[in-house]
């Protein structure tokens, strides 16, 4: 295989990974029917086991719940209302669980459920608890499998996406690699069920996926972000340092063991601190501060502080420590911080200079500290 040093070395750098975060979809688990598919959730369990047996720590994040509910409720398509969503997810996470404590049984191992809504994670004292509870059960030997706790979790605060669950949770738990395992063998440049699609065996930055387009909609209709979403998991991850390979269900072993299969994404920044990468990624934005190209460049390439000179805008309702995106004069999201005024003190702040402030507000809008700059999206 020809490919980039980068994405070589991301190869074995998740082949040789310590801890690992699995995430499998709906599609490769049940079958069109509805219903789990034994057969199949076996050989992801051979799989896996036999990554533990080699010495690492995984944690699986596994959908599924809402598609394995529905044969046995006798709803025949998947079902668009939230509520026989959770319905099916109830009776669904119920046979899933079960599904996996006998068949990892096999192995003698031992799984442990976490159910997570987006609050876990987006409240920083929440996603401490859900850290020390993954730490705990993986110093235990058991296996946490993981899904969103989809019976309780209201539209508003659904992530609705278990790629980016299992992004947001190879962080939280300090993951050295992440593999994403689907319906498809790999990333292709346009849709795989049209003819000519390109594969794409490595990704090491943006330019490799410049062009590529990735449906919403997976093949099964069983799934919810399609390749998107996945498209979208690795990126975040990989821009975490934390490398990603994303792979057939069906190549399950091959894929944790030599990895040589599926699309190998590098690290494309450094690792982040786990409170840098909750306020980057996780954390719920309660307002938006819109600011001019020089505090663009100040924030973004220098790491400087925003002060208030550089502010041109200021929307939502926010209070002093609380979360706020910083866009761009285009409107693009361009870092995340900590804002350290009121929403209603900031309007008579924006666009002075320090100097001309009173001395109790000459200070940092948002300090360098506080402040998570991303990456192009
Ligand atoms: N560029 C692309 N590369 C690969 N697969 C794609 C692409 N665009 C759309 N897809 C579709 O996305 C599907 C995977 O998404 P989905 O069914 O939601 O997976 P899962 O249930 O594993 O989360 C594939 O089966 C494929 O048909
Ligand atoms: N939490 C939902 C799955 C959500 C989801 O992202 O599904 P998928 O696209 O199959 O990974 C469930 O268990 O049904």
Redesign the pocket.
């Known amino acids: 295989m020809i490919g980039s040093v980068a994405a070589s070395q991301a190869r074995q750098a998740v082949s040789a990974a310590s801890r690992v975060v699995v995430k499998?979809?709906?599609?490769?688990l049940t079958t069109a029917e509805g219903g789990l598919d034994p057969t199949r959730l076996d050989s992801l369990v051979d799989a896996v086991a036999a990554r533990c047996a080699a010495g690492s720590q995984v944690v699986l994040v596994s959908?599924g719940a809402i598609a394995a509910g529905l044969a046995p409720l006798g709803v025949t398509r998947r079902p668009r209302d939230l509520a026989t969503q959770q319905a099916a997810a109830s009776v669904g996470q119920l046979a899933l669980a079960h599904a996996y404590a006998n068949s990892f049984g096999r192995y003698s191992l031992t799984v442990g459920q976490v159910l997570l809504t987006a609050d876990d994670v987006v409240r920083r004292s929440h996603y401490r608890n859900a850290q020390r509870t993954f730490s705990r059960l993986l110093a235990l030997g058991a296996v946490p499998v993981v899904n969103e706790n989809d019976t309780v979790a209201t539209e508003e605060i659904r992530f609705g996406d278990?790629?980016r669950l299992a992004a947001l949770v190879a962080h939280l738990v300090g993951a050295d690699a992440l593999f994403l395992?689907?319906?498809?063998d790999?990333?292709?440049?346009?849709?795989?069920?049209k003819s000519g699609?390109r594969r794409i065996t490595e990704v090491s930055g943006a330019s490799d996926v410049d062009g590529?387009?990735?449906?919403s909609v997976?093949?099964?209709g069983?799934?919810?972000?399609?390749?998107a979403?996945?498209l979208a998991a690795a990126r975040l991850a990989a821009s975490a340092g934390i490398p990603v390979l994303l792979a057939g269900a069906a190549d399950a072993s091959r894929a944790l063991t030599s990895a040589d299969v599926g699309t190998a994404f590098a690290v494309t920044g450094p690792r982040l601190t786990a409170r840098r990468f909750w306020l980057g990624h996780a954390a719920d934005a309660t307002g938006r501060l819109s600011l001019d190209d020089g505090a663009v460049a100040a924030v973004v390439d220098r790491r400087r502080s925003l002060l208030a000179a550089g502010i041109t805008g200021v929307e939502g309702t926010f209070e002093a420590g609380d979360v706020v995106e910083l866009v761009d004069l285009s409107g693009a999201v361009v870092a995340r911080g900590v804002v350290g005024f009121d929403a209603a003190e900031l309007p008579a702040l924006i666009g002075r200079k320090s100097g001309d402030l009173p001395a109790e507000q000459r200070r940092e809008v948002v300090h360098a500290d506080d402040l998570v700059p991303l990456p192009a999206r």
């Not at 499998?24 to 490769?28: A, D, I, L, P, T």
């Not at 395992?181 to 498809?184: E, F, H, T």
């Not at 590529?212 to 449906?215: L, Q, T, Y």
């Open positions: 499998v979809g709906s599609s490769s959908s278990n790629d395992l689907s319906d498809v790999a990333l292709y440049d346009g849709d795989p069920r699609a590529v387009r990735a449906g997976g093949a099964s069983l799934g919810t972000g399609g390749m979403s996945k």
